[in-house]
Structures are given as C-alpha cells and as structure tokens.
C-alpha cells in the first residue's frame, strides 16, 4: 500500500467517498487520488514526496501558479490582524473597486456593484434569486452540460462532476424546483427563442457559462453570447453570465472583456458571477451587476443574501494581491503556456493516430477524442471518453498531474515556465500511445 493508498482509506473512513468534492474522486479515471502536502508555483507534492507538474490549479484559481510569495505575504499579514470580524472592512471595498474597474472595458461598464460571498454556488444561487425578484417570473433556462454549481435548481443536465458521473442531476431536489429550470442545448438560439416562444412572460433569466468550461472546452460560438443578450433583454428577462471559472483567468476582464473589447453595438450582462481566481485561492467569490440589478439585494431592497464569512478579510486580502499581480505580462505567460500544450498534445495524438480534438477558449482547452467541433453537450459525449484513464494515468507516471476527467478544462498558470513546459511535452508520447491502446 503506498503512502497515497493509506491516506485515501483513511480518509474514506471519515469523509464521504474520502472526499470533500466528488471530482476529487478519480470517479472516471480510477486508481487512488493524489492525496496533496504542499504546492508551489507549476508545482504539486503529494504526501509520498513526489512532485507533479500541476495542470489543475485548483480547479482555476491558481493563475498566477501556487503560494506566490507576495499572496501568501498579504494572506499572512492579514491573518495576523484577524481572521473575521463579521463587520465591514476596507479590504473589501478595495477588492470591489479592482473589480468594478477590471469590468470597465471600452468605456463600457460591464458591473457597478459587487457583493462578495464564499464560493461560486452562492453567487449563481443569488444571482438566480435576484433575476426571480427583478422579473416577477420564476423559470431559468441553462444550457446542458454547463455547471453552476450544486444548488438545487441548477444541477438539472450539469457539467463537472455530473458529466464525469453520468448523472442526469441530484437525487434529493424536489420535483416542483427541478421544473422550474428549462434546460436547452448549447450555441442554440433558436432553441432559446423557442423557449420564450412556449413561456410567453414565464423566464426570469438564462444563465450560461461565458465560455463552456464544465463538459470539456464549449466555446460559444462567434457572436452567441451577444446575441443571446439581445434576445434575453428583447424578452424582459436578465442574463447571467457566469464567469466563476473564466472570469480574470482567460484576461483581465474575463471572457466578457475578451468578447466586450471592439463589439459593436456593446452588450453587457445584466448579472455577473465571478469565483476561483477572484479569490486566489482562498474562499472567495462575488456577483456583480447593474446597480439597479444589485441594489435589490437587502439591506437596500427586498431580496435576501447573507453570510457569516462573506467578504472574509483573509480571503480578501488573497483576491486583492492576486488581481494586482494578474497584469499583461502574467495573461501573456498563461496563453502561451497554454498555447505550447494545447499544440503539444494536439501533436502527440496526432502522431499515435489516436482521434481527437483540443477544443480552445481563450486559455482555457481540454482534449475530446473523437473527430470534429464539439459544440455542445452531446458532442462531448459522443467520444471515445475510455481513452483518457490510460492517458491520465502515463502523464502521471510521468509526473504531469492532469484533472482526472475527460470533461474537464485543463488549467495553465503563469508559474508554469520552460521546465514545468518540457516535462509535459516529454510526456505526451508515451500518453498518447496509452491512449492508442486503449
Ligand atoms: N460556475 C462555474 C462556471 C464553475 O466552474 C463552478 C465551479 N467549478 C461554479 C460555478 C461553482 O463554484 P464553487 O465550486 O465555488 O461553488
């Protein structure tokens, strides 16, 4: 039994599966989860003593790699002077104006307000609540194979985990909430119109991932987001981009930014959620918006959030230090690290003959196999998904640590440099061949 063997079986005696988040689990891709001592920049260590090469980031907020030293100076300089007041603090107006100018792109304004909250769950749950009280309406509509997170109304046909699990939604959500969310296929406007059409007055709002990011790598495609703008504001209901995973990951002003720079007429989101690098790893996420849109949120109006930890001074001071470090030059080093891998496994695949696409979105891509685009859920699961535990499991021999899912995006950071880049492409080979066999 190794090292990683016992920790995991004596985890499972505690926590449920051994884990505190079922992606942890290596559901799809078998054998035992890295169990993680420390990390530091491209870097991971498990409790064997064995370092990976990290393609997961935590899941994202790792952009600017692990323990930036001047992050964790600002998360230690913050601990010292407490860990949480329960009381409002500068820290967190600072954090908001960072974000609020981030989100100015153009001249164009995509947020004015922003309330803080612990994680990306929270911020789609109120940022549905919000579009229900603005609306007077109470149906959502999402899109298959995007993931919100896991409150009850939008696990309905959801990414993440679910995909990885082959689960159509939760057990435990009450029939009478599941049917108020209409669940449509991806990069269909068509489909969205026919949706208004057969609930004329019904749809509070649509929320989508700004990119797909949660089945795999789904961009939207060219002009979709905008147009799906038009068409939720043309139908009086709100729409709610969720930017947890891409938001400051693929540019400084998210996905939104990267669309919202040059577009013409502008479009802007009517909500925003944010998560991951917002906090820089620490439990930090937030909903923006127009302030006629948030200032419905209590004290001020009658919509109702709340949280003990919400705004926590640590978690702030880590979102802070990260936003001021994430600059020009760290994006550039993201998109082309990126870039060198996205290339390198393209060629790897391509030269064991194995069937695949790497599907991009800005920075963000992961690895279908099957041939052609992969516009939508059930394209990405119309693949040859047995291919990636062998795949997973030679990087890992190797010492790259990839996510242990098929469908899920792979996460670059700006730590990772010439070395961290060659380990992987060294890898890729013997992967691919891997995955050939399969
Ligand atoms: N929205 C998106 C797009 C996400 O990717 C995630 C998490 N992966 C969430 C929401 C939920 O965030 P959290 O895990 O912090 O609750």
Redesign the pocket.
Known sequence: MTRNDESAARARRVIPGGVN?PVRAFGSVGGTPLSIVSAQGAMVTDVEGREYVDLVAS??PALLGHAHPDVVAAVQEAAARGLSFGASTPGETELAEAVVDRMQVGGVAGIERLRLV???????MTAIRLARAATGRDLVVKFAG?????SDGLLADA??GLATFALPGSAGVPTVIAAQTLVLPYNDLDAVEAAFAAHPGRIAAVIT??AG??AGVLAPQPGFNAALARLVRDRGALLIL?????GFRVGPAGWWGLEAAGAEPAWVPDIV?F??VIGGGM?L?ALGGRAEVLDLLAPLGPVYQAGTLSGNPVAVAAGIATLRLADADVYARVDAAAEAVASALHDALEAAGVAHVVSRAGSLFSVAFREGEVRNYDDARDQQAWRYPPFFHAMREAGVSLPPSVFEAWFLTAAHGDAALERIRAALPAAAAAAAQA
């Open positions: 988040s899941w994202g612990s994680t990306g769950t929270e911020a789609t995007h993931y919100h997170g896991h990414g993440s991932e700004a990011a949660n969720d930017e947890v995973l891409t959620t998560g991951k439990p996420a």
